[in-house]
């Protein structure tokens, strides 16, 4: 339990003090207007306060992944919560942060243009497609699981729920921010932080299934994995959601045009990842504790993160509390599956400069982005997840170097994102050269000193070319060109 208490500790302490060390070096401007003012069009751009923005923006990243993934990883051990606790810190809460403060600099542009300007035209057609691709994974991952869950509480088909979750995610894709999202989502966040609290509270007074009993300091350190997989590098990749996840960076901008003050940014964007990883360690901590070890994990799992999920939850809180836990798992991915395709639908209007102010512009984008998430349906869940944990980790690499390129460019302190950048970008070259089902399958050796040398290459190309193009700070960043989603 100490662990436990331990790990939590350390991201509380993480968002005093590191997060205070970010945003120095950012360097916020109290004074200058944000696009939630400057742009208001009364649908996607709507100054909302800085405790909705918080619990809109928790609910926006926190989808099934800080659940599922902390599970999966938990195979791994307690290794799995260290790397929680430090990815959150050091690598998710800044990625988080600058995909958040970058944005209201630039208007409220996605990511896209973000990487566009500080990485070059190429790193904006890539990234358009890759988020797009990104989006719809998520979109659809996030159907299959909360539907999943309701037929198993329920015993109704699972092809229901998916055409109710499928109309609600058009639905909350087309009207303005503030109807359905900005009304509903503070409470079901509210909902969610207070299930996630009566889990911890019933695991730590739990005399059958006691708080990480079971284990020792040296396990922190070792793979206790039963089906003998390589912690390296794919854990960084199972556990994306509450450590490191690039899907944030689609989701940050949703709220930067709606924070009312950069001085909110910290609280919004690195808080809000602060809390993921607060959930993660959770469900981690569950895993590990429930069925007595990761052999008993192995085995009532069953590769299904969902069987634990609906277990813990009725047997620690019982019929009503278990019920009203397992509604906070099933609001988690449908309050991101929405706000996915939202982002989808705003990163192409951008591509194609279409504003979004009138309905039948949204439809537009919509439709076809629902049409191509209703075929994906179809494909099997393993499948997808697989896809959507290479792509989400690639997609946080893209933002960590673009945060790079804008500290670098603006003369700051920029290894607070280069570091980060350089392990991800390891960690996802390494998992793609060695995966037998993704990648090329080579030796792990081979695959991690590619990496490393890959990594190391892009740093100093970003390092040299941005110093060339040092610009003073002035605090207010200047537009992105040929930016119309705000006319």
């Known amino acids: 339990m100490l662990w436990f208490l331990l790990c939590v500790g350390l991201l509380i ?24 003012y400057k742009h208001n069009d009364g649908v996607d751009f709507i100054p909302i306060s800085k405790s ?63 990487a566009g300007k500080y990485l070059g035209k190429p790193a904006k057609h ?15 991952v996030f159907i299959s699981a909360p539907a999943g869950l309701l037929s198993k509480l329920t015993g109704w088909h699972m092809s229901l729920f998916v055409i109710i979750i499928f109309s609600y995610y058009l639905l909350a894709t ?100 602060i809390g993921e990883g607060i959930i993660a360690l959770i469900w981690c901590a569950i895993a590990l504790s429930f069925y007595g070890g990761v052999s008993g994990l192995n085995i009532a ?50 591509m194609f400069n279409t504003p979004q102010k009138t309905l039948p512009k949204r439809l537009l984008f919509a439709i076809p982005l629902f049409i191509m998430g209703g075929i994906l349906t179809q494909v099997d869940f393993a499948v997808l997840w697989r896809y959507f944990g ?17 500290l670098l460019r603006h003369q700051k302190f920029h290894w607070i994102a280069t570091l980060p950048a350089l392990f991800m970008t390891t960690v996802v070259i390494s998992f793609l050269l060695n995966s037998d089902t993704l990648g090329a399958g080579l030796p ?15 740093m100093l190309l970003i390092i040299t070319k941005n110093k060339k193009n040092t610009i003073a700070e002035t605090g207010i960043e200047a537009p992105i060109k040929k930016y119309t989603q705000i006319t």
């Open 52 to 114: 909705k923005a918080y619990l809109i923006q928790l609910l926006n990243i926190a989808g099934v992944g800080p659940i599922f993934g902390p599970i999966l990883g938990a195979l791994y051990g307690p290794a799995a919560m260290l790397w929680i606790v430090l990815g959150c810190i050091f690598a998710g809460a800044v990625h988080d942060y600058f995909s958040g403060m970058l944005s209201i600099r630039n208007q409220g542009q996605s990511i896209p243009n973000l």
């Open 174 to 273: 087309l009207v303005p921010i503030d109807k359905i999202i900005g009304k509903l989502y503070p409470f079901f966040g509210a909902l969610l932080l207070f299930m996630s609290a009566g889990l911890t509270i019933a695991l730590i007074m739990s005399n059958e299934h006691q708080l990480l009993a079971n284990y020792s300091i040296s396990d922190v350190f070792s793979n206790l994995n039963p089906n003998d997989m390589p912690l390296w590098p794919a854990l960084f990749i199972t556990i994306a959601c509450g450590a490191v996840s690039g899907f944030h960076a689609t989701q940050s901008p949703l709220m930067a045009r709606c924070v009312e003050n950069e001085a909110n940014g910290r609280f919004v964007f690195f808080g809000a990842m």
């Open 444 to 458: 792990m050796t081979v695959s991690t000193l590619t990496g490393m040398i890959i990594s190391v290459g892009i």
């Open 13 to 36: 302490g993480g968002y005093v003090i590191y997060g205070t060390f970010v945003e120095k070096i950012f360097g916020i401007n109290k004074h200058s207007q944000t696009p939630a």
């Open 301 to 350: 799992m069953q590769s299904n993160p969902a069987n634990l999920v609906y277990d813990a939850s009725h047997v620690l809180l019982g019929t009503l509390g278990g019920g009203l836990a397992i509604l906070g798992v099933i609001i988690l991915p449908i309050t991101s599956g929405d706000t996915a395709f939202r982002s989808a639908r705003l990163i192409l209007s951008e």
């Open 126 to 140: 890539f990234t358009n497609l890759f988020a797009i691709v990104l989006l719809l994974l998520v979109g659809v």
């Open 390 to 406: 290479v792509a989400n980790q690639a997609t946080a690499v893209i933002m960590l170097w673009t945060s790079s390129a804008y």
